[in-house]
């Protein structure tokens, strides 16, 4: 389906709207139609064009009459609103002293109608469009946060950020205005070419099947323009490089006695952009003149024709002038309904664009008939895990891991073995290649990303938070914000402290991104969010490697406090950090190399005891 027969499907639930916007529209190509067909009238009666014949005509207060001695060669559409305006003006003339008046008071309600329609037509279809965009926004957003890190990695978020931006913007564009436009111009013009037709068929075929020619040479001249303003700009193009390279390098110019030879060639640049400049501003010089002297010669043909049709008494001076009128005002409609499909493509592309974040299938979502994780009452297995990021390039090569409910397993091992990757297999941020990663026995493909995600606390070096306050930072994802937990919570992180020296306490807005706040500062408030979040399973990525000494003492102080009681992975390069968890693993190139408490790696004397070494600790 193209993307904009979706664009448009999507307007459906709006059409409401749409369609009132369709109605609106249509009235303000009436409203415009009749106040075209007034300038007849006017001129005829207002401004007295067509002076009565004396005795044919009662003098001012009698009613229509004043066209009467014009044998009006008028079609039927004419016909019909000459008899609505008399009709409408009969009944204004009850009320009024003269016919004149009472024209201009339907000239007047007439303006007041489409100016009314115009308003409740816009705001029709802005209503739609703008709900449409809305929807759309909504949508693209709805399948980025159903998106996991597969989809993450592939797509740089700056692209993303122009989808929900930019391409969204170039759709709104095109469905308030552009279709709006389309709408409104379509009725104006097929309104007005009735009129003009109705008024004088054979002048209006004429003049509709002769303007194509008289507007020929404006094509031609605004093609003629483009092409020779293109051409100036790219010799100023070429005149600005020899001028940047002359400053650049004017050492090695003087140096290597070029001067002569630079001025040649800059002169040679600048004779070039004289010549193309010169010819774009005869083009331009040229565009207005020619073409008043072609609309003139237009002009003149069609007031000669007049003069007969009107001296003949076939036409009224005033229907003349409507008719001219009617004329005009089909230019700027007719001259956008060109340029519709323009942007309709520029929309349709946006529009591609946008239903391919759309359209991308979730690769990590519920199996069917997943179920909820309800705790962990035996242990996390790795077994056999193989993941590779990219084809070809594995990262975990059957790794196999135990993490028995209630302990802490602590993984380290050289940058780059897998450690990190590890910690992000198990929320399903990323799905195994083979192997499985089990909960006390079942798959975790098998259990729901909520209750997965949901007994997962995850603190890794960087702490995202958001531009809210510290309270709605802690309690993060959780529906009520209970004030004595979250404090407690903050203590337990040894968070409180500094958050109660904060003007407003708990309720200090952070500031995007957490800029207000220490690097410490902001991992404490981390591990205060996994505490206030209270999931069985704990997940500590590198939670202290980026705090200096005394930062990282507190804040290993508040993760003990977290530690307790659940089933925790903690990953770290420095070993003087885990080496008090219940069972260490060692892992070398995606694979789990050896395993023990501190004391038993250290006297086995493997890698551990080498890593060990290099970082000074030998008991
Ligand atoms: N998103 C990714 N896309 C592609 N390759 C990745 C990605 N993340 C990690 N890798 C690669 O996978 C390997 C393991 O990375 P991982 O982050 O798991 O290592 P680590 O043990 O945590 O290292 P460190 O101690 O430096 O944090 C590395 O070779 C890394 O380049
Ligand atoms: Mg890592």
Redesign the pocket.
């Known amino acids: 389906m193209s993307a904009l027969r979706r664009i448009l499907k999507m307007l459906r639930p709006h059409s409401a709207w749409v369609v009132a916007a369709a109605l609106a529209m249509a009235g303000v190509a009436i409203a415009t139609v009749f106040m075209v067909f007034l300038i007849g009238p006017i001129f005829d009666t207002v401004l007295g064009a067509q002076l009565p014949i004396p005795g044919l005509v009662a003098p001012a207060g009698a009613a229509a009459g004043a066209h009467s001695r014009v044998a009006v060669e008028q079609l039927g559409f004419a016909k019909d609103l000459k008899a609505w305006f008399e009709g409408a003006k009969d009944s204004l003339r009850r009320f009024l002293p003269s016919d004149a008046i009472a024209i201009l008071l339907l000239g007047f309600l007439s303006v007041l109608a489409k100016n009314v329609f115009t308003y409740f037509g816009h705001y029709a279809i802005y209503h739609a469009g703008l709900a449409t965009i809305k929807d759309l926004r909504d949508r693209l957003m709805d399948r980025l946060l159903a998106q996991s890190a597969v989809y993450y990695?592939k797509q740089p978020s700056a692209v993303l950020m122009s989808r929900i931006t930019n391409d969204v913007e170039r759709i709104t564009e095109v469905i308030s205005d552009r279709l709006s436009d389309l709408v409104q111009d379509s009725f104006t013009v097929v309104g007005m070419v009735a009129l003009v037709l109705s008024l004088n068929f054979r002048l209006a075929v004429a003049v509709l099947i002769g303007a194509p020619i008289f507007l020929w040479p404006i094509a031609t001249f605004a093609r003629k323009l483009r092409h020779r303003s293109h051409q100036s700009q790219e010799r100023l193009g070429e005149m600005n490089s020899v001028v940047d390279e002359v400053l650049k390098g004017y050492r090695v110019v003087q140096a290597f006695g070029m001067e002569a030879f630079e001025a040649a060639r800059f002169r040679e640049s600048t004779r070039r952009h004289f010549r193309a400049n010169l010819k774009a501003r005869k083009v331009l010089a040229l565009n207005a003149p020619v073409i008043e002297v072609i609309g003139a010669a237009g002009i003149m043909g069609l007031l000669l024709y007049a003069h007969r049709l009107i001296s003949s008494g076939t036409m009224s001076t005033g229907a003349f002038a409507s008719f001219l009128l009617g004329l005009y005002s089909l230019y700027t409609p007719i001259k956008r309904l060109t340029k519709v499909n323009m942007a309709l493509q520029g929309a349709v592309a946006a529009g591609e664009r946008v239903f391919a974040v759309i359209d991308e299938p979730v690769e990590v979502k519920d199996r069917p008939g997943a179920h909820a994780l309800a705790g962990v009452s035996q242990g996390i297995t790795f077994e056999g895990v193989s993941f590779a990021?990219?084809p070809d390039k594995p990262?975990l090569r059957g790794l196999d891991l135990v993490v028995p409910a209630g302990r802490a397993l602590a993984l380290v091992?050289a940058?780059?073995?897998?450690?990190?990757?590890v910690a992000q297999l198990l929320p399903r941020f990323w799905d195994v290649q083979d192997g499985r990663i089990a909960i006390d026995g079942t798959d975790i493909r098998d259990l729901t990303l909520v209750s997965l995600r949901g007994s997962i606390g995850l603190v890794t070096q960087e702490t995202v938070l958001f531009n809210t306050t510290v309270a709605a930072n802690i309690a993060y994802g959780q529906s009520t914000v209970d004030p004595e937990r979250l404090r407690a919570c903050a203590r337990a992180a040894f968070a409180e402290e500094f958050i109660l020296e904060f003007p407003e306490g708990f309720d200090t807005v952070i500031g995007e991104a957490g800029t207000r706040l220490s690097g410490g500062q902001r991992q404490r408030i981390a591990v205060a969010r996994a505490l206030y979040k209270d999931p069985p399973i704990l997940v500590l990525d590198?939670a202290t490697s980026a705090l200096d000494a005394e930062a990282e003492g507190i804040v290993q102080r508040a993760i003990e406090n977290l530690m307790k009681g659940r089933t925790a992975l903690i990953?770290a390069?420095r070993l003087a950090t885990v080496r008090n968890a219940d069972s260490i693993a060692v892992?070398e190139e995606g694979r789990v190399v050896e395993q023990g408490t501190h004391a038993e790696l250290l006297a086995r004397g493997g890698g551990y005891a080498r890593l060990a070494n290099l970082q000074g600790i030998t008991e």
């Open positions: 990695q990021y990219e990262v091992g940058s780059g073995a897998g450690k990190s990757t590198e990953i390069h892992m």
